[in-house]
């Protein structure tokens, strides 16, 4: 049941994926007409936000049952009542699942209008409010306390400070303004802070801003499996090597019980420095983050022995986590994907230099785990099929928690090399609303299964490192 468009391509990027996935391994093993109803399914899955919220608990300072109670009360508070339940995910046990209302059909639209950029709309669409840097038009007239309704520009074409925009626009739903046009827009105007408090969006989803802070970390389900899948273990020494924002680093911390080491690195400053306020507010200690290119973190020369960060000799790590720069294809909603062709197939080469490193990083008998946000089979089970040609001291390993899909064909992987892969693939589950009525009648275990599958697009790859000798 489509709500919204599905996701549109540049011309050549949907040539790309036609191709991949209809090819022969796949259609020889499903048919034609059940690869192209899949593919068409997914289309629709990615323009629309998966069917739960997800958080994860910071089990170091509070009990999943506690932060449940009051999650639950600030969600009726901000529903005004609305009886929507906090679920536990009986395999991930530092996870709650907020099942998301909508699409809701039946919002009135008001005549004062507010356009956003694509970003601030998809964030919309998950729960968040709107902020004046996401503003790119309203209405001419509109004031402080104004009730708007508010669209995204998905295709990027309004111009900022416009007073009408007649292009393709999505409507996310409605709110009150906080700021009047003049204000959002002069050149002294707030450059941040927010700009439209949502009062009534078409997906339903609860707000976290200033939501416990430091007890909760909003996560995608499957980055919370990477980590379960990685377990690292107290006194290890792990590598995320790709690690901004954090989450995946906080979440090894907590389950170290912050002891042992975590190498934290990530090339862009800015993003070095919100891992270390996520690991401050989450109070974690054994982290240790450095701004550093992964794919020159090898050392080639004898390390001075005070030296705590980057690059390292070979074989200091314990267990790794790579989870890899990536064309993003998997991220949801995305009503309009901008990359180029060359932009999506440029991340293969990067992910392989990085992957070249983490096998020379990781001790004999370590844990590597790969990961990616995309579909694409290039940058997944073909990285893999790579891996293990390349790497004869790599061998897959089964990954537990295994909640996701197996891999999928078309690199002639086997089938029971497939088993030990996991894609999390949305059009698993047929794209359908949730109404508080369905809600209440809905059992536990059908929400579980669901949320299980109704999420962003993702892959897992565990390998293992054997003795060289």
Known sequence: MSFFPKISFQHEVEEYLIKMFRNNELITALGTQEV???YQSLLSHLSHPPGFTTVRVNTRLASVKHVKKLLFEEIQKQFK???VPVLEHPKLQDVLLIPVIGPRRDLKKHASEVIVGAQCGYAVLRGAHVYVP?????????KAGDLVSVYSDIEGKCKR???????????????????????IFSSS????????????????S???????PSHLFLQNLPSVVVSHILNPQPGERILDMCAAPGGKTTHLATLMHDQGEVIAMDKIANKVKKIKQNADLLRLNCIKAFCYDGTKALSVEKRDDEQEGPPFLPESFDRILLDAPCSGMGQRP???????????????????????????????????????CTITLAEN??????????????????QEPHIGGEGMRGTGLSLDQLKLLQRFDPSAVPLQGMDINSLQDSREDDLISRANKDCIGFFIAKFIKLNSK
Not at 135 to 142: F, L
Not at 168 to 177: E, M, T, Y
Not at 206 to 212: E, G, W
């Open 134 to 142: 996401g503003i790119i038009s309203t209405s001419r007239y509109m």
């Open 81 to 83: 009542g609305l009886c």
């Open 334 to 372: 995305n009503m309009a994907y901008s990359s180029t062709l060359k932009e999506v197939t440029s991340y293969q080469p990067l992910q392989r230099k990085l992957f070249t490193v983490a096998v020379k990083l990781l001790k004999p008998g370590g844990i590597l785990v790969y990961s990616t």
């Open 381 to 398: 089970e073909e990285q893999v099929a790579w891996a293990l040609k390349t790497f004869p001291c790599l061998q897959l390993q089964p």
């Open 206 to 212: 609860p707000s976290f801003d200033n939501v416990l």
């Open 161 to 183: 400070g416009a007073k009408e925009f007649e292009g393709v626009k999505v409507f996310l739903g409605n709110g009150i303004s906080e700021l009047s046009r003049s204000e």
């Open 36 to 38: 192209e109803s899949k």
């Open 189 to 204: 105007g707030p450059l941040n802070g927010m700009g439209i408090r949502m009062i009534e969006t078409v997906y339903l």
